[in-house]
């Protein structure tokens, strides 16, 4: 049974900083793909970070790049999302994703290749 269970949220003002963890079980972090999403509301689920399984290679969306990190603790089975310099616009509930779907086609920033999702965690930025 996987389970992702996400913290870390808060309200912050724009130009600072949080850090996001998803505490991870059922699943290695370290042997899977692992990747974060947010959503705002009315918006579709978008694709933040993903890292690679068995590796440090990650891929960014655009819009964060040079502003966010994603990273693991292999020993502690947790992902993490260093989010920096933030903007009103990454205002969002952030989920962390694992189960990603090989077999399907397209990025894999697109949540429909993703198959376990946390409960997420709410970013406010004023």
């Known amino acids: 049974h996987v389970q992702l269970v996400e913290s870390g949220g808060g309200s912050v003002r724009a130009g600072g900083s949080l850090r996001l963890s998803c505490a991870a079980s059922g699943l290695g972090v370290s042997s899977n793909n692992m990747a974060w999403f947010r959503q705002a509301p009315g918006q579709e689920r978008e694709g933040v970070a993903v890292i690679y399984k068995g590796t440090t290679t990650a891929s960014y969306d655009d819009s964060v790049k040079g502003r966010f990190t994603i990273s693991r603790d292999n020993a502690k089975n947790e992902l993490y999302l260093q989010m920096n310099n933030l903007k009103p616009w990454d205002a969002a509930v952030y989920y962390c994703?694992?189960?990603?779907?090989?077999?399907?086609?397209?990025?894999?920033?697109?949540?429909?290749?993703?198959?376990?999702w946390g409960q997420g965690t709410q970013v406010t930025v004023s």
């Open positions: 994703a694992a189960g990603f779907r090989y077999s399907a086609s397209g990025s894999a920033l697109d949540a429909r290749r993703w198959n376990y």
